[in-house]
């Protein structure tokens, strides 16, 4: 296990902010919170500034935590806010397309519990986004969600690579063009707007690439899909090199998300995108 390694670069423009990268690769320690689930990552911004302990900004925080949770435990995303300037709390949960009902409200609810109640992570931050890996939540003093800003955001790899500058460039341009064909149907065919696919590959023993798009279900269907154009286009920075391609990654914000892998990793449904798959054990394919 390599030690942690966290990177903040270059401000990059996403849908309509800009936001702070954060980069680690996928087998890096990632920092302890509650036993049960771990955040693969968390934001604590100074903008917000902290509030005092039995604040009124408390109190109304976690009641905005109470709403958030029974929102997304029935629709798998919630924006709220409660409470009156200057102590309001504004906040958006998402949970993963396929965490759905009791599993997704519990695992906000210790999430907040962990950031509010426990002080695990950003004790006493107003501004405050934190990402597992089925949800996510980010709540602020400061009203974020009519500007649909996507900061921050968070990018993780998967430490193998296909190898060899011919073949990475065609794995490479196998999983865009999946995660291009997912986000089509998470922006213009689901009104939960999530998304998953698969892809036959058969080459250097990786026979399949998996995928999972998701946007925030108030996105309408056309900046949903800016949105993870503007992720997507980060993709080739971090997960391709002259000689290789990783095997996997995500690129994770606050308005969308993608993730890739050679193995599956979210649950399939009839729903599931397939392109080039084997028709049969002669080898060819289909769109």
Known sequence: MQPLLLLFLSPVVVLLSSSAWTARGEDEAVAVASPEVNPLHY??????????????????????AVLLVAEAKASNFATESFGRAPDAAHGVALCRGDFTGDACGNGLRRAFQDAIEYGLFCPGYKDVTVFYDQHMLRFSNQDFRPSRTNAPAWVAWNMNDVTGADAAARFGSRVMELINATADFAAWNSTSRYATGEAGFMELDVSKVYAAVQ?????????????????????????????????????????????????????????????????????TYYL
């Open 43 to 64: 934001n604590c911004s100074l903008s917000g500034g902290k509030y005092d302990p039995n604040s009124t900004f408390e109190a109304n925080l976690k009641t905005l």
């Open 215 to 283: 946007c925030t279900a108030d996105l309408p269907p056309a900046d949903c899909r800016r949105c993870v154009d503007g992720i997507a286009s980060q993709m080739s920075r971090w997960f391709s090199s002259a000689s290789g391609y990783r095997v996997g990654g995500r690129i994770l914000s606050v308005r969308c998300n993608l993730r890739y892998e050679v193995d599956r990793f979210f649950q399939e449904s009839k729903d599931t995108i397939k392109i080039y798959m084997p028709r049969s054990s002669k080898g």
